[in-house]
């Protein structure tokens, strides 16, 4: 039996011990919001808006593609609205993932690195309250960067382009307080289609001692699935990928709001991501820990 086991067991029966008052949810997040990475990764994310608004006070929105057809960067001035559609648009493929993955990737494997993790569950914290502490702040703090990004960026937008309706690439237009609440639709499918990224990270981060591992490896297999989902040669395949479904928030942004692709989307993500944690959490509970 391991120490941890031992000492965890002999806790049980202390007066006054409580399992589910370990590692509080208040302290594991203050914890995290100290890290330097924190700082940085939120750093990064407010100061994209503004280079985007830099970069179309020099080189402008766009004329279209090849095909002269509008899209939605070419309407990125139109209105605040747009400008957070548009920074939302740039970041969902690759930018918005890297927080995810760092904050769950990370959670774990940090503290193994820093051989600390032994001397919480030695506190003791059962290993189920350690894991979903861990796990619930990491999701707290990307579910708050999915946020972040386009509350600066509507709010920079407005101050450099006004406020007013969403213009549609399409043709039309959506009033400014409809356009809010759609592109805070889609802030939420974006944050539910990367629960596969959070629990590939998360996973990884219980199994390895090394965090660049799991957050690296987290980033890659979704960059994975991403150039599969390129493949056209796979066919109806490509509807079990989740990348397949990254963009179907672009539906919350037409004329009349399209659910369809969201929820097949959502499904396939939140599948994908209960058996991670699953696996995360069976794989921790009998594991030795020795680091």
Known sequence: MSTTSTLTGAADSAPGYRAGRTLPLRVEALRQWK???????????????????????IGGAGDGDRNGRITLMDTATASGANFAATCLFVSAGFLLVIPVALF?????????SWSSLRYLLAA????SRLLASKLT???????????????????AGTVAYGWGPLQLPTGGSVPAMDAVLRIGIAVAFVFVSQLVTAGLAFWLSTRTD??????????????VGNVLDAVTALGDWRDFLPAHWQFAWIDALQPQLEWGGMVKGAAISVTYALVLFALAFRGFARKDIVS
Do not use: H, K, W, Y
Request: with cysteine; net charge positive; hydrophobic share 65%.
């Open 124 to 127: 003791p914290v059962p290993r």
């Open 137 to 155: 702040v990491a999701l707290g703090f990307s579910a708050a960067a999915m946020v972040l990004l386009p509350i600066v960026a509507l709010a």
């Open 210 to 223: 090394a965090p660049l591992g799991a957050v690296g490896g987290a980033v890659g297999l979704t960059i």
């Open 104 to 112: 769950c990737g990370d959670t774990i494997a940090s503290e193994a």
């Open 35 to 57: 890290r330097r990475r924190t700082l940085i990764m939120g750093g990064i994310l407010v100061a994209l808006p503004f280079v985007l608004i830099a970069a179309f006070a």
